[in-house]
């Protein structure tokens, strides 16, 4: 059973950064796909950014493209997700979650684990 806990969320302001944590631990991780969804108030759980198992390939949704950064240090079962230019839309819960297998797939439901969420507030 694996868990995901994430952490760095907060108060941002526009045109600012953060940086999101997500700690695995519990399972294998090394071989998966791992990725990063948020989810704000009255709307549907959305793909952010996911990350290939070998850290080289990745894939961002067209809103958070040029701005955000995913990124993976196997070694401490980790992924990161560094968030640039903040905007006011960027405001959620941000999740991170882990997909038994290599490929990246944009879809929540093909994502077995989830963290709890770490909440993101952006002013402007």
């Known amino acids: 059973q694996v868990q995901l806990v994430e952490s760095g969320g907060g108060l941002g302001q526009a045109g600012g950064s953060l940086r999101l944590s997500c700690a695995a631990s519990g399972g294998t991780f090394s071989g998966y796909t791992m990725g990063w969804f948020h989810q704000a108030p009255g709307k549907e759980r959305e793909f952010v950014a996911a990350i290939h198992p070998n850290g080289a390939i990745t894939y961002y949704a067209d809103s958070v493209k040029g701005r955000f950064t995913i990124s993976r240090d196997n070694a401490k079962k980790m992924v990161y997700l560094q968030m640039n230019s903040l905007k006011p839309e960027d405001t959620a819960v941000y999740y991170c979650?882990?997909?038994?297998?290599?490929?990246?797939?944009?879809?929540?439901?093909?994502?077995?684990?989830w963290g709890q969420g770490t909440q993101v507030t952006v002013s402007a």
């Open positions: 979650a882990l997909r038994l297998a290599r490929n990246i797939v944009r879809t929540p439901d093909d994502y077995a684990y």
